[in-house]
């Protein structure tokens, strides 16, 4: 669902694949319209979740969501990428929470013809499994109601984009996409699908992606809610990534299908931020029906409502708000993304909201003494060698600092450090390199500042460590 500039969607044969595979299905009842985000496993921990509780016609949560408008990202291909025709907006009549504990994204066709509709995405951009964990990502989605003609050019998705590709809208399909959920035309059917590499062709295939596809258990799509959901396991060697639509895997990719190139580019930035939305028409739509959607018959007003989206990771350890990449109880994964809120000890700091890309959160109101500690870092075998931070500074005139790495002791000699001025705003990011003394093992990390003056000088979003 994402934007490459001339993306053709699908096989159209898929369609009736996935119509003949409800035969011999296990029959699952859908629960009620207003349920809640569910109890967190035994053994899980919860990242991150949206209930879409809150008055009706209210927008989704801005500490959560950013609203894409328009027909596409500023300096990306047009249209999305993908051909559809909605303008995406945040009037309420397109986005909204519905009073009643979902979110309801609506495409609305006005009286000079155009459609307007309603995207999101999580501000977040770092979901991604720890090493040895499993990532589950959920929703619990009633596609729009409308089959048939009626139907045609409806396309609702669930779906993830690699963090690359925010700022950047030309590097899809490398950075990787898992579309958790599709639907097109109002038929009853879900399809779960792959891209990554490049485009076209490549090892998924693109501009088509590699998937698969099945229709919801019981009910339809479309008359009732059914739960999504999408598992990318670290824990098994060859990694495993694994589609499911209420409890059923129907689609799977492993990591030994891929080579290593493509698997790295796809797993091996920061991570996924989510997206819910509706479009209307567009290659995938026009081309599973063999003309363009949609056309005269296509009705307007038909909602996909979504009940909750929530993230949770496997393994123990309590998990915070805006965590690391890792759980703080178990450790981190040096390569990681590694969250500066979730330090395990700290002196002197503060934490605060971020409008840096992704969102969260970011530790402010750092100067000279100060320190963050991190417990059981994990380096692995193969030595780390560059240490590299995201910072931003509104000191004054004359005031900047060290960034120091140590590791046992907020004393102990630094085995790499950077200098950091203003940078515009305490607001304002880069991401800067240093150099360290070569890093195996496992070990107890501190971030310490150092300044000759007694000023803030600085605040730290994340860090991360690398051999290069």
Known sequence: MTSPPSRVRRRIAAAAVALAAVGGLLVQVATSAAAS???????????????????SGSLPSSSNWIIDTGHGYPGGPGNWGTG????????????????????????????N????????????SDFKPADGRILRIEGRIQMPNVTGDAALGYWPAFWALGSPYRGNYWNWPAIGEFDIMENVNGLNTVWAVLHCGVNPGGP???????????????????????????EWDRSVSPNQLRWYVDGQQFFSVSQSQLDATTWNNMTGHAGYFLLLNVAMGGAFPNGVAG??????????????????VAVWQSGTGTQPTDPPTDPPGDGFDARSTIQAEGYSAQSGTITETTTDSGGGQNVGAIRNGDWLRFDNVRFGSTAAQQFKARVASGAGAG????????????????IGDFAIGNTGGWQSWRTVPANI?????????????????PADFVNVNWFTFSTT
């Not at 998924?204 to 590699?210: R, S």
């Not at 003309?291 to 409502?305: E, H, I, K, N, Y």
């Not at 005031?399 to 630094?414: D, E, I, K, Y």
């Open 37 to 55: 985000v569910p109890a967190t496993p035994s053994g899980w921990s919860l990242v991150w979740a949206d209930d879409f509780n809150g008055s």
């Open 113 to 124: 013809g155009e459609w307007t509709s309603g995207r999101i995405e999580t501000r977040r």
């Open 399 to 414: 005031v900047s600092g060290l960034v120091q790495v140590r590791l046992g002791s907020p004393t102990a000699p630094p």
């Open 204 to 230: 998924c295939n693109e501009t088509q992606g590699i998937g698969g596809s099945r229709a919801c258990p019981g009910s339809t799509c479309q008359s009732s809610f059914h739960t999504y959901r999408f």
């Open 437 to 453: 003394t070569p890093t195996t093992g496992t070990h107890t990390v501190y971030l310490t500042f150092s300044s000759g003056q």
């Open 84 to 111: 559809e025709i909605q303008n995406y907006t945040s009037n309420p009549a397109n986005l909204s929470l519905d009073g009643s504990g979902n979110l309801r994204i609506t495409p609305l066709r006005g009286s």
């Open 291 to 308: 003309f363009g959607t949609p056309t005269a018959a296509t009705v307007s007003g038909r909602p996909m409502l979504v009940d909750y």
